[in-house]
């Protein structure tokens, strides 16, 4: 194997595909519209700044010691680009982008695929599925902004990257940031390491190691951590509930209509929350009828959200990536769903009071200490580690605030920006908010298993937000 076309993932990003499952696979799916969008200016934008980023012309290949990053030399843009030229109706793209979230990706090739719809009512439909191994939602929409100007008279200034993540600096970087969070202790974890930055396959072997241990030593030691992984792990996991079925690896998706970002803001202003605490509410208004529909015991139910917390701006460089970087950075908090209160305000201040108490915690630390360690711990030991965080959850709701602005692609008018999230283990219903140009929508993604309808479930959100606004 050649090292120049050859790079080892970091922990972080190699952990998707660690969570991989056939019936729950780890891609996001973004949906763009796009004024006047055509196959030709869409390719040779592809062609001259999307593939600027060498990870994209890369595929994750499994060898030992770990995942490596591996050059597709035979890479041709037309494997990764599919037009469909049908005249779509809305009622017809919503089933289209359906299919799509349950068609496979190639495993030979990098692992990502756009599709465009030119003539979809509303104006043209592109379509990007790609493996969380190559970036998380928050690095993916900086990549957008940056090949996406304000103007359509304006060129991307900067873009691009090469790909050379440094597995031994982070390591190093990891293991010192989590001494200073955790203690002393730690450094014993991350000890011993063998090897040099661009050194052979012995001294990565060394590193991965030496990742493991200090990953792991974060999931399982006590420490100053100790009362936060107690407080954690005694959470009960989930009540049973039709969210929590078997998955049958079959996904529906919808989205709302765009919704004035203002309306979010003056209702947050009014009630003295922040806006995720109104979207959480809504989510947990929509989970409460879908209960009540299966006759759950509202009172003594159990729900958690999985919600995805930004850390980028707590870490250390050396872990810290550089603006427009690629890759995952993220932890996650289980935010308790009052799906037993009775009115919009009691639920409203209930998850004020949660998420108050979450971003004052380590939980999001320790997520991510976990999720880093997923590809690197034993494989018998792998699924409990998982087990210990999806079971507590019933759903992934994904906030991601996008450009404030206008932007352009291929010189043509983004009216519209929204994508789906994936969801790990055995969570089945996903739910992302994206905010764009002062507009706010909702998607909501769910295997058929635990949603017939992500349509109702997404009318239900919304029927929440009125209330609140009092439209």
């Known amino acids: 194997m050649n090292q120049e076309d050859s790079h080892l993932l970091l922990p972080v990003d190699s952990a998707w595909l660690a969570l991989e499952r056939p019936e729950n696979p780890m891609t996001i799916t973004v949906m763009m519209r796009v004024e006047g969008l055509?196959?030709?200016?869409?390719?040779?934008?592809?062609?001259?700044?999307?593939?600027?980023?060498?990870?994209?012309?890369?595929?994750?290949?499994?060898?030992?010691?770990?995942?490596w990053w591996q050059e597709d030399t035979v890479f041709d843009l037309r494997h990764h680009l599919k037009v469909a030229p049908e005249p779509f109706t809305n009622i017809e793209l919503q089933q289209w982008v359906s299919a799509r979230l349950n068609q496979p990706l190639p495993p030979y090739r990098p692992l990502w695929k756009f599709w465009l719809a030119p003539h979809a009512e509303g104006g043209a439909a592109l379509i990007l599925r790609m493996h969380h191994c190559y970036a998380d939602g928050l690095s993916l929409l900086s990549v957008f902004e940056r090949i996406c100007p304000p103007s359509p008279r304006q060129l991307p200034a900067i873009y691009g990257g090469p790909e050379q993540a440094d597995l031994q600096?982070?390591?190093?970087?990891?293991?010192?940031?989590?001494?200073?969070?955790?203690?002393?202790?730690v450094a014993a974890a991350s000890g011993s390491r063998s090897g040099n930055a661009g050194g052979e396959t012995e001294g990565m072997s060394g590193s991965l190691?030496?990742?493991?241990?200090?990953?792991?030593?974060?999931?399982?030691?006590?420490?100053?951590?100790?009362?936060?992984?107690?407080?954690?792990?005694?959470?009960?996991?989930d009540s049973p509930s039709a969210l929590k079925r078997p998955l049958l690896g079959r996904r529906q998706c919808c989205w709302s209509a765009p919704v004035a970002l203002d309306r979010f803001q003056q209702i947050a202003t009014t009630t003295g929350v922040t806006i995720n605490d109104v979207l959480l509410s809504c989510v947990a208004a929509a989970v409460r009828k879908q209960l009540a529909a299966g006759q759950s015991d509202l009172d003594e139910a159990v729900l958690h959200a999985a919600?995805?917390?930004?850390?980028?701006?707590?870490?250390?460089?050396?872990i810290k990536p550089d603006p427009g970087a690629l890759g995952n950075c993220f932890g996650t908090v289980f935010v308790p769903l009052p799906v037993d209160g009775a009115s919009p305000l009691e639920r409203l201040y209930r998850i004020k009071h949660e998420t108050r108490r979450l971003k004052k915690s380590w939980q999001p630390g320790i997520a991510w200490g976990l999720?880093?360690?997923?590809?690197?711990?034993?494989?018998?030991?792998?699924?409990?580690?998982?087990?210990?965080?999806?079971?507590?959850?019933?759903?992934?709701?994904?906030?991601?605030?996008?450009?404030?602005?206008?932007?352009?692609?291929?010189?043509?008018?983004?009216?519209?920006?929204?994508?789906?999230?994936?969801?790990?283990?055995?969570i089945g219903l996903g739910v992302s908010i994206v905010s764009y140009a002062g507009q706010v929508q909702f998607g909501i993604v769910a295997d058929e298993a635990v949603l017939d309808s992500p349509s109702q479930f997404l009318a239900d959100c919304l029927e929440e937000l009125h209330a609140f606004s009092g439209s």
């Open 209 to 237: 190691e030496s990742a493991g241990r200090v990953l792991e030593r974060v999931a399982h030691s006590g420490l100053k951590l100790v009362n936060e992984v107690s407080q954690f792990l005694v959470e009960p996991e």
């Open 38 to 67: 055509t196959e030709s200016r869409l390719r040779a934008f592809l062609d001259t700044y999307w593939l600027a980023w060498a990870r994209f012309r890369y595929l994750p290949v499994r060898r030992a010691p770990g995942w």
């Open 371 to 426: 999720t880093a360690s997923a590809s690197l711990v034993p494989e018998p030991w792998r699924q409990p580690v998982a087990d210990v965080f999806y079971r507590k959850a019933s759903a992934v709701v994904s906030n991601v605030p996008g450009s404030r602005e206008e932007r352009y692609l291929a010189g043509c008018r983004i009216t519209e920006q929204m994508f789906w999230v994936p969801q790990a283990g055995d």
């Open 169 to 185: 600096r982070w390591t190093m970087a990891a293991g010192s940031w989590l001494k200073d969070l955790i203690g002393e202790e």
């Open 307 to 318: 919600v995805p917390v930004d850390i980028r701006s707590q870490l250390p460089a050396g």
